[in-house]
Structure formats: C-alpha cells, structure tokens
C-alpha cells in the first residue's frame, strides 16, 4: 500500500480508492471508537453482508480495542509520546523485532 493511498484513507475513507470489504471494516471500527454506545448487531450483519468473515471481524475488532485501550489509558495517564523523529529512529527496529523491545 502506497503512502498516497494511506494518506487519502487517513482524510477520508468514505472516498479513497479502496476495497468495500475495507471500508465497511474502517466504518465498524470508527463507530467502536468514536461512539460505542452506538453499535448493534445491525453492524456486524453490514460486515457479514459486505464479506467480512467472523474471524476477520473479531480479529479487526481486537486490534482496535487493543488500540482504544491503549490510547485511553495515555491520555487517562499523561504518557509522554515521543517525537516524529524519535519513531523514524525506532521504526526499523519495530519492523524486526514488532513491538517486543
């Protein structure tokens, strides 16, 4: 995936040049963090229905609450985030070794 297409996913999903099986995940997952109060088992039928399998959808979902926890938890507790250039230091390490330090 090419920076471009990253960068017009991060602007607007709703319009970049994307799979419908993405974007209707990208909408469930937005939904999950912005407004969780909001979701119904009508949104896991919109996945059933655009081709997304249960184990993809529970996989997808894991990672977003892993996420959403994650950030919550900084915000609730002032982590420092460290500096752009500090993360283009790391990346090459993280793309090796993942998130095990």
Known sequence: MGKELVDSILDDFETAAI???LRAMLRFLQ???LTPADLSPED??????AGI????????????????????????FAFAVPSESM???MAGKMANAGYRM
């Not at 399998?53 to 915000?75: K, M, P, Y």
């Open 19 to 21: 799979d419908d099986r």
């Open 31 to 33: 939904k999950m963090t």
């Open 44 to 49: 896991g039928e919109a996945l059933r229905r």
């Open 53 to 76: 399998s249960q184990a993809a959808a529970t996989d997808a979902a894991g990672v977003g609450l892993a996420f959403n926890l994650i950030d919550r938890l900084a915000d609730s």
């Open 87 to 89: 993360f283009a230091r």
